[in-house]
C-alpha cells in the first residue's frame, strides 16, 4: 500500500524546528514532546523522525534501528518521568490512533502517553 506523506503538518514543522515544543526527550530517532492539549496531567506525544504516516506505514517502511530507537525512546520518556510500574511508577497508557476511525488527526505515526490519574475505561461502551 502507498502512503502519501505531508510535509506541511504540524509534526514535520515541529521536527524542522518551524513550530516550538516542549521538549521531554530527543533522541535520533524519535522526538518526544508534552501536548499542547493535555488529556491527563502527564501526556506525551512521541514521533518518529521519519515521514511516517501511520503505524501501519512505519512498521513497514522504516529500518529496524528506526523501529527500536522508537520504542526506545517511548521507554526513555515512562523511565525519565518515572511512569513505569515496576520502576515505582503507577502506570501509563499508550495510545496510537490510526486513519479515519482511529479518528487519527495529525498524519505522522505518534504515539501518545497519558499517565499521572487513573486513565479510565479504555473504549466507551457502545
Known amino acids: 500500500m502507498a502512503y502519501d506523506y505531508d510535509n506541511d503538518n504540524i509534526f ?3 521536527l524542522r524546528g518551524e513550530i516550538p515544543n516542549r521538549t521531554v526527550l530527543d533522541t535520533g530517532h524519535a522526538l518526544a514532546f508534552e ?6 496531567p502527564v501526556h506525551v506525544l512521541v514521533i518518529p ?10 512498521q513497514s517502511a522504516a529500518t529496524n534501528e528506526e523501529i527500536v530507537g522508537f520504542f526506545e525512546t517511548v521507554r526513555g520518556v515512562c523511565e525519565k518521568l518515572n511512569l513505569s ?7 501509563y497508557r499508550m495510545i496510537a490512533n490510526t486513519g479515519r476511525d482511529g479518528v487519527q488527526e495529525v498524519p505522522h505515526f505518534h504515539v ?3 499517565a499521572g490519574r487513573p486513565i479510565g475505561p479504555m473504549v466507551m461502551a457502545v
Open 12 to 14: 514535520a514543522k515541529i
Open 35 to 40: 501536548d499542547i492539549s493535555p488529556r491527563a
Open 49 to 58: 523522525k521519519g515521514p511516517y504516516v501511520c503505524f501501519d506505514h512505519f
Open 85 to 91: 510500574p515496576g520502576e515505582g511508577g503507577k502506570g
Open 112 to 114: 501518545h502517553i497519558l
